[in-house]
């Protein structure tokens, strides 16, 4: 069975653009969690959809957003970088929501570089 | 704001030898659960304990919470070179979300 897939891998942009990260989750998980890991701050809550809502948001500025799909697979949006925004972001799914020991399953994580 | 915090920040120990990791959170919890992370990749889910449990095991893994000190211990037995990694404890609380430490980075020398 394939785990949590993110796309794309490595990305490098430049100050005041705006990126758009992509997120699979394992098939049957209805749940997508975004997670920023930057240096020296450990893993970072950001966003949580779960059936197509935005469930619960970390803080951060509004200029993170994402969606979810029909077909539960996640975006994550940041508009107008800066340099802090530069990390890993690493998406995570887990089964419908009925349990809040439910197992987050990471994916491997975009390496995002802004210059 | 970080929750859960590890202790210590970096452990080396020879092969063969254990390797034990603390944290520490500040909430009420649902359960506390522990990742590994290699070379900054994605986080693999090692093991979960919930708040009424007190000790779990887990082949090398051995979990143990303490709720009225707030603090979980990760204990690795008979360490292998591949256990290089950090390793991440995250609070879990009713909000679903997962609150991490800034994690332990444990080197395994051969």
């Known amino acids: 069975e394939a785990g949590v897939t993110q796309s794309p891998t490595h990305l490098i942009k430049t100050r005041g653009q705006q990126v758009t990260l992509r997120c699979s989750p394992i098939?049957?998980?209805?749940?997508v969690y975004w997670y920023q890991q930057a240096l020296g701050l450990g893993l970072q809550f950001l966003l949580w959809y779960d059936e197509g809502e935005e469930r619960n948001r970390g803080n951060f500025p509004p200029r993170f957003s994402g969606r979810q799909f029909p077909n539960y697979s996640s975006e994550l949006n940041v508009n107008a970088l800066e340099l802090e925004d530069s990390a890993l972001y690493l998406c995570?799914?887990?089964?419908?929501?009925?349990?809040?020991?439910?197992?987050?399953?990471f994916g491997p994580g975009t390496r995002l570089t802004v210059l | 704001s970080q929750q859960g915090e590890e202790d210590p920040q970096a452990l080396s120990i020879q092969e063969g030898e254990n390797a034990t990791m603390n944290c520490s959170y500040k909430?009420?919890?649902?359960?506390l659960q522990w990742y590994r992370q290699n070379s900054g990749r994605g986080l693999v889910h090692l093991i979960l304990i919930r708040s009424n449990e007190r000790e779990k095991h887990s082949g090398r893994l051995r979990v143990t919470l303490d709720t009225s000190k707030k603090s979980s211990s990760l204990l690795i037995t008979a360490s292998r070179a591949a256990d290089t990694a950090s390793y991440f404890c995250?609070?879990?609380?009713?909000?679903?979300?997962?609150?991490f430490g800034k994690g332990t980075k444990l080197s395994v020398i051969p």
């Open positions: 995570a799914s887990s089964l419908a929501v009925r349990d809040s020991t439910d197992t987050q399953y």
């Open positions: 995250a609070a879990g609380s009713r909000s679903y979300q997962l609150t």
């Open positions: 909430t009420s919890i649902n359960n």
């Open positions: 098939s049957g998980h209805t749940s």
